[in-house]
């Protein structure tokens, strides 16, 4: 490295600490891996999801997606039903309440960013999602 690119590695993970460590974000984290992820991934599951299938996909432990579960049940936002092919796997299957409730928040969460977008605009929000997707790919999922 030379002596410009040398601070490159420090102040890239300075600026993502500062960008994950807001407020805002934290919230949209517990979010993501909370209730709305999985009502927001049960959405396009007609047939229901069993609970290591949720895990897995949102990467929470089971303990963790237990409690979940039992919140948005105990809610009304999906029900528990045993699965048809296999009576010992119970899948969690979004209630009509649940998609109303993921509506709301995609709703919010699109609100949310507007100023984002009209600040950078959307040919820089394309590109910043593209430069995310790389930075993801450099660190794979194990």
């Given at each position: 490295?030379?002596?410009?690119?040398?601070?490159?590695?420090?102040?890239?993970?300075?600026?993502?600490?500062?960008?994950?460590?807001?407020?805002?974000?934290?919230?949209?984290?517990?979010?993501?891996?909370?209730?709305?992820?999985?009502l927001n991934y049960l959405c396009?599951?007609?047939?229901?999801?069993?609970?290591?299938?949720?895990?897995?996909?949102?990467?929470?432990?089971?303990?963790?997606?237990a409690d979940i579960l039992k919140?948005?049940?105990?809610?009304?936002l999906i029900v528990r039903l045993?699965?048809?092919?296999?009576?010992?796997?119970?899948?969690?299957?979004?209630?009509?309440?649940?998609?109303?409730?993921?509506?709301?928040?995609?709703?919010?969460?699109?609100?949310?960013?507007?100023?984002?977008?009209?600040?950078?605009?959307?040919?820089?929000?394309?590109?910043?999602?593209?430069?995310?997707?790389?930075?993801?790919?450099?660190?794979?999922?194990?």
């Open positions: 490295m030379d002596i410009k690119t040398e601070n490159l590695p420090e102040e890239l993970y300075g600026v993502l600490a500062d960008l994950l460590n807001r407020r805002e974000n934290i919230e949209i984290l517990n979010s993501i891996r909370g209730e709305y992820g999985v396009g599951r007609e047939d229901g999801v069993s609970a290591g299938e949720l895990g897995k996909a949102l990467h929470v432990v089971p303990g963790r997606m919140s948005l049940e105990q809610k009304g045993h699965n048809d092919k296999d009576r010992r796997v119970v899948n969690a299957v979004i209630t009509d309440e649940g998609r109303r409730v993921s509506t709301e928040k995609r709703l919010e969460i699109h609100n949310d960013y507007q100023g984002l977008f009209r600040i950078l605009g959307e040919t820089e929000v394309r590109e910043l999602i593209r430069l995310l997707r790389i930075v993801l790919s450099y660190y794979p999922d194990k």
